[in-house]
């Protein structure tokens, strides 16, 4: 079945340094994408999200790039800082269809 | 402020108990989705409801139902508990998916463990 997966369950990054996420998608239908953030404790939180159509995004400190060639993922966090951690989900959606299905997800550690 | 409310953070039930896990959202979503997380699945989504008494079954429905009787209250429903249920469970709410949007605004969560 199609399925939503990340390459690596955890990250250890330098505090400061920028941080690069990954996720592989395996549904061609998914035509929109979604990043979120869960801290110890919290439900997920909604941080970035971008459409089929376009291959970058841009936020406050986070970017995704969109690579539907090879149907993969990535968020890029810039000078990563302690409250970056937490575990990082992408999710993707199908036009049409209101289920959003989520990865596995990745720890990010941030080291001192 | 938008606000998920999830009735109980930590449940614990015994084997066969029926089991009840209410959600409510002050945000008038038409959207909302009852999801469990494991270490290593992430969140799998179990049941959603895209209006007043309309269900859907997600990827996990066995074992669960749902009730939406009103628009701001989605229950979930555990008939028989069984250990296997032992897990968190994440409620969710957004607005319809017309724009396509993604955004689910999360609860915090309730920890059900089953013994």
């Known amino acids: 079945g199609e399925s939503v997966g990340l390459h690596l369950p955890t990250l250890s990054v330098q505090e400061g340094d920028n941080s690069i996420i990954n996720c592989a998608y395996s549904?061609?239908?998914?035509?929109?994408f979604i990043w979120y953030k869960q801290e110890s404790g919290k439900g997920p939180q909604f941080i970035i999200d971008i459409r089929s159509n376009m291959d970058k995004r841009q936020g406050q400190r986070v970017t995704v790039l969109l690579n539907k060639t090879v149907k993969h993922l990535s968020l890029q966090i810039a000078a990563t800082q302690p409250g970056d951690s937490a575990v990082y989900f992408c999710?993707?959606?199908?036009?049409?269809?209101?289920?959003?299905?989520f990865g596995k997800g990745t720890r990010l550690h941030i080291l001192p | 402020d938008v606000k998920v409310t999830q009735s109980s953070r930590y449940l614990v039930k015994r084997t066969g108990e029926k089991v009840f896990l209410e959600c409510v959202q002050d945000?008038?979503?038409?959207?909302m989705f009852w999801y469990r997380q494991d270490p290593g699945l992430g969140l799998r989504l179990i049941y959603f409801s895209y209006d007043v008494k309309m269900k859907e079954k997600g990827d996990i429905p066995e074992g669960y139902s749902v009730s939406r009787e009103k628009k701001e209250r989605f229950s979930l429903i555990l008939e028989s508990a069984s250990t296997n249920q032992t897990s968190m469970y994440l409620c969710?709410?957004?607005?319809?998916?017309?724009?396509?949007?993604?955004?689910?605004?999360f609860g915090e969560g309730s920890r059900l463990t089953v013994l």
């Open positions: 999710a993707e959606n199908e036009m049409g269809d209101d289920k959003i299905i």
């Open positions: 945000m008038d979503h038409e959207n």
């Open positions: 549904n061609s239908a998914s035509d929109y």
């Open positions: 969710a709410s957004s607005w319809s998916q017309g724009p396509n949007t993604g955004e689910l605004f």
